[in-house]
C-alpha cells in the first residue's frame, strides 16, 4: 500500500495568499497540509491542517521536511536546495508562482542561483522578483489543482 500524500509548506517565507489556497485545497481533499516554520503562524484549527515549528537556524525546517517527506509527497518551496532534495527524494517540489521544479530544470536553477549568489556577495545588485500578484496566485493555484487531481484519482 502506497503512503498517503501529504503537502509541506516551507512556509517562514510563504506568501499568505499560498498559505489560504493551501489550507482550502486540504480542506477540500482532506490531504494533509504541514506547515513548516521557526515562528507561529496563524492558522485555522483543521484536522487537514498541521503546523510544525523548528528552532531557528540554518536549513532547521528544510532538515525535516526531508527527513520526513515520502515520495508521494508535495513540497511547496521557493528554496532551490531544497526542492533539489525532494527531487533526489522522489518526491514533488512547487514554487509559490506555480513553477514546477523537476529533475530535468533543477540543475539549471541551482546554477543560476548560485551565480546570482557570486554577483550578489562580490557588490552587484541584482534587483529581485517580481511582486507576487494574481497571475502567479492563479499559476500557483492551477498547478496545485493538478496535482491533487492526479494524486486523488480526479484527473
Do not use: K
Not at 529581485?128 to 492526479?150: K, M, T, V
Amino acid at each position: 500500500m502506497s503512503p498517503t500524500p501529504r503537502v509541506w509548506i516551507d512556509a517562514d517565507a510563504c506568501p499568505t495568499l499560498v498559505r489560504e489556497i493551501v489550507i482550502r485545497a486540504a480542506r477540500r481533499t482532506g490531504i494533509p497540509a504541514i506547515f513548516v516554520a521557526n515562528h507561529p503562524l496563524p492558522l485555522p484549527r483543521y484536522p487537514e491542517v498541521q503546523f510544525r515549528r523548528v528552532s531557528a537556524g540554518f536549513d532547521v525546517a528544510d532538515n525535516l521536511i526531508v527527513r520526513e517527506l515520502t515520495a508521494a509527497d508535495l513540497v511547496i518551496t521557493q528554496d532551490i536546495p531544497l526542492a533539489a532534495e525532494v527531487i533526489a527524494h522522489g518526491a514533488a517540489a512547487l514554487g509559490p508562482r506555480g513553477e514546477w521544479h523537476t529533475a530535468e530544470n533543477i540543475r539549471a536553477r541551482l546554477n543560476m542561483r548560485d551565480f546570482m549568489d557570486t554577483l550578489r556577495a562580490s557588490g552587484i545588485h541584482t534587483g529581485g522578483q517580481s511582486a507576487w500578484g494574481p497571475r502567479e496566485r492563479q499559476a500557483f493555484a492551477n498547478a496545485l489543482d493538478r496535482w491533487l487531481c492526479r494524486v486523488t484519482g480526479n484527473a
